[in-house]
């Protein structure tokens, strides 16, 4: 018997799972078919960042929050390469549809524009939790670091992958050109992360940074990675977790609005 779609009705359902797991699965696919430039390079400059601050400061520096520099400095770094290898992810995507002149391939199948956000922010988190466990990875074969509270650790990590992916989301939508785009990794994604607390604890900052560096979701991110995998922290992981959801959820609501009225995206 054929069935008739009444005007306004969506012939694929409330929610049209195919469709976003088909957005997820090229978005995820784009990043693995150059898991060279997308998965081993972060890997290695990860590697080099570590390398370079052991030989230069490691012997010298002493311990921070009752660990050793090197060991201290790990998770920001992971957290760090997670967090610019989601908003690379998103922010590319957007951004080489609008240039080759196929956005329309994006918004003309039927997906709602909470199925569009979801699709994309998944791909995103994709590729940051894959370069976040191989790097946990190389830390416990490398360095013998463990993980203190796995729970903790994969879900900042999670929040973090999904908050700068939707951050990038955004950026692909309000740039045009790649040149953009860099600029707003340039002036927002690399501060925001260099000024979190990587390299330094907070606790060492005069009161003005101290309190300045409090208002950087980033720097919750970067302390739930250290909690997680050190089990010491500047600040509460409750407390920073909230901040990075509340964080998150305003990102993807204003993803959500830009793609429902198709603010620079429409052709």
């Known amino acids: 018997m054929q069935t008739t779609v009444k005007m306004g009705e969506r012939r694929f359902g409330r929610f049209n799972w195919l469709g976003m797991m088909t957005l997820s699965k090229r978005e995820i696919m784009r990043f693995l078919n150059v898991w060279t430039q997308t998965l081993a390079a972060p ?22 929050l009752g660990v050793p520099f090197v060991e201290f400095l790990a998770p920001g770094i992971l ?58 990875a190389a830390l416990w074969l490398m360095l013998g670091m463990g993980v203190a509270h796995p729970l903790w650790l994969l879900a900042f990590l999670s929040l973090g992958a999904a908050m700068l992916a939707a951050l990038g989301l955004a950026a692909g939508v309000m740039a045009n050109k790649f040149d953009q785009i860099a600029a707003i990794t340039n002036f927002i994604v690399t501060p925001l992360a260099f000024l979190s607390g990587t390299f330094y604890s907070a606790e060492a900052l005069p009161p003005l940074m101290s309190t300045l560096i409090h208002w950087n979701p980033v720097f919750y991110l970067i302390d739930g990675a250290r909690f997680g995998i050190l089990g010491v922290s500047d600040t509460a992981p409750a407390v920073g977790l909230f901040i990075v959801f509340a964080t998150t959820l305003a990102l993807l609501a204003l993803c959500w609005h830009w793609f429902r009225i198709g603010y620079r995206m429409k052709p």
Request: glycine content about 12%; proline content about 5%.
């Open 43 to 64: 890997l290695v400059t990860a590697g080099l960042f570590l390398a370079i601050f052991a030989l230069a400061i490691g012997p010298t520096r002493g311990e921070v």
């Open 79 to 136: 957290m760090m390469t997670v967090i610019q290898n989601a908003f690379a992810n998103t922010s590319s995507s957007i951004v080489i549809s609008k240039v080759q002149g196929n956005i329309v391939d994006t918004l003309m199948p039927p997906l709602s524009p909470f199925e569009l956000v979801t699709g994309f922010v998944v791909g995103g988190m994709a590729r940051g939790l894959l370069v976040g466990v191989t790097i946990v």
